[in-house]
């Protein structure tokens, strides 16, 4: 917190009703680099693009089950991917172009869409 003040990224108010209560607000610098950081660079969407589908499908697979291993190491913390969601339903319709399945919006999906970070996440 002290960092991104310093950097004038955050900025930092007291509660007015509990002195030991803050609030962070991004500054206009903060919300402009959390935009920046938000966007993917150039080049990594251009190498992303010269990948075949099925390829792609292959990586995200394979990052998962690397994040997941690292994660039941207790390497890092768990994210908000599919494969630690409740919602998620491997190999629901298995000889299916579409294995998967997300039962928060009840549709069927390849490894290609695998996410490694969702909105609608909930842990189990």
Do not use: W, Y
């Not at 913390?77 to 629901?92: D, I």
């Amino acid at each position: 917190m002290k960092t991104l003040t310093s950097k004038g990224l955050v900025e930092r108010r007291r509660d007015t009703t509990d002195a030991r209560a803050a609030s962070l607000t991004l500054t206009p610098a903060g919300k402009a680099e959390a935009e920046r950081l938000a966007q993917l660079p150039t080049e990594f969407a251009e190498a992303m693009s010269s990948l075949a589908p099925e390829d792609l499908a292959a990586m995200l697979r394979g990052m998962s089950s690397m994040i997941r291993s690292l994660q039941g190491q207790r390497a890092i913390p768990v994210t908000r991917m599919c494969s630690t969601c409740s919602h998620f339903r491997p190999q629901a319709h298995p000889g299916s172009d579409k294995p998967h399945h997300c039962a928060f919006v009840d549709n069927a999906f390849d490894d290609g869409e695998l996410r490694l970070e969702c909105p609608d996440h909930q842990a189990p």
